[in-house]
């Protein structure tokens, strides 16, 4: 089977994307053409995939690079078995004719996310949310729909499958919490917390714990976590290869995540918890309920209040100051990451859908 990717608004490595469901398709056998911006990201393709590089859409600057992935399409969808897009901007520039059978994999609740979109004019953050919805109920009848949560169900009139977006768990016992660093994993916004993280570093830097931010963050996030970092509170490591992400999340005496309560989150659960616990690693997260119940019911971490940034505090020090608890939290994590959220557990029906509309 020969399978088209795209993607203009996702990193080139996009861990979900590259790491997860490529490599179950390239281990499967079959052929992926990967279309993604390459360039603007300074990633270097795998040498198993065809790579296409594009421009990368964010913020107002979409235009062009939705021009290019259009044409990127039209040359090399016909020559596949199978178009799998992960951006509902591409829905827009989808060829009618010479198309193979298309799937859209649905990553987010797209009216829900516009509330978090700094980049739109905030009028528009509200009035678009009949017209998305519309447009969701054409891609549903026009093109196979692949979902990332099961929360997302409700939003479409048809039953579509769902492929968690889990990680990698290795059977071996991975090493065990510290006692001096706190981890957050995933891109940084507003709506994701950034603003606690920094005052939760602020707080806790006195106490002799360094907070380690892993991840890329939108322009009004950058300025204020380039000042942190220059100003001692934490230590800001940018966008990593998922391997290098995960590396630096080992042995950290937690795993914040401390997501607000937008509605784009209610129904999803954070990866960054699962690879945590899969990484051996006490969650600490806010009460979004996905999250909360899988945190509360495999008994691994620490649920505190939303924009708390002192309850936040207060748990980590709790973990500093029970190895005891800390080592039964990470032990549990792993254990249920490993049993419920093994990635190649999922790959395989993954594939198994895609092979089944490409034929």
């Known amino acids: 089977m020969r399978v088209c990717v795209c993607t203009v608004v996702h990193h080139a490595e996009d861990a979900r994307i590259l790491h997860r469901q490529i490599r179950a398709l390239l281990d499967a056998g079959h052929e992926v053409t990967y279309i993604a911006p390459f360039s603007a990201v300074g990633a270097v393709p795998w040498p198993e995939v065809t790579a296409v590089d594009v421009p990368r859409a ?5 235009l062009r690079a939705l021009r290019v992935a259009r044409r990127a399409i039209a040359e090399h969808a016909p020559h596949s078995d199978l178009l799998l897009l992960h951006d509902p901007e ?5 060829p009618f004719l010479s198309r193979p059978p298309t799937v859209w994999d649905v990553h987010e609740d797209t009216a829900a996310a516009l509330s978090t979109k700094t980049w739109l004019p905030r009028p528009f953050r509200l009035l678009p949310r009949p017209f998305v919805r519309a447009a969701e109920r054409y891609a549903e009848r026009k093109l196979h729909l692949l979902l990332a949560e099961e929360g997302y169900r409700t939003r479409f009139r048809r039953e579509h499958p769902v ?3 889990t990680t990698y768990v290795s059977h071996d016992v991975p090493p065990p919490p510290g006692a001096d660093r706190v981890v957050y994993l995933g891109h940084l916004t507003a709506a994701r917390g950034a603003a606690e993280l920094i005052e939760v570093a602020r707080l806790l830097r006195p106490r002799g714990v360094t ?5 890329g963050a939108d322009p009004r996030t950058t300025a204020l976590l380039r000042d942190a970092d220059r100003e001692g509170l934490l230590r800001w490591h940018g966008y990593r290869a998922n391997d290098d992400a995960l590396r630096l999340v080992e ?8 997501l607000r ?3 784009n989150y209610r129904h999803s659960v954070p990866t960054k918890v699962i690879e945590y616990m899969a990484h051996g690693v006490p969650v600490v997260t806010t009460p979004l309920p996905a999250a909360a119940d899988i945190v509360t019911r495999a008994g691994s971490g620490l649920v505190v209040p939303f924009k708390d940034a002192v309850a936040a505090v207060e748990a980590v020090l709790r973990l500093r100051d029970d190895a005891a608890l800390r080592d039964r939290l990470a032990a549990a994590g792993h254990h249920a990451a490993r049993l419920h959220y093994h990635w190649p557990d999922q790959g395989k029906q993954f ?3 895609l092979e089944r509309w490409a034929a």
């Open 90 to 94: 591409l829905l827009l520039v989808l």
């Open 261 to 263: 309560d937008e509605p």
């Open 163 to 165: 492929v968690p977006n």
């Open 211 to 215: 907070v380690d931010l892993i991840g």
């Open 351 to 353: 594939v198994a859908h």
């Open 251 to 258: 042995g950290a005496l937690a795993g914040l995540s401390l």
């Open 58 to 62: 964010t913020g107002r600057r979409r």
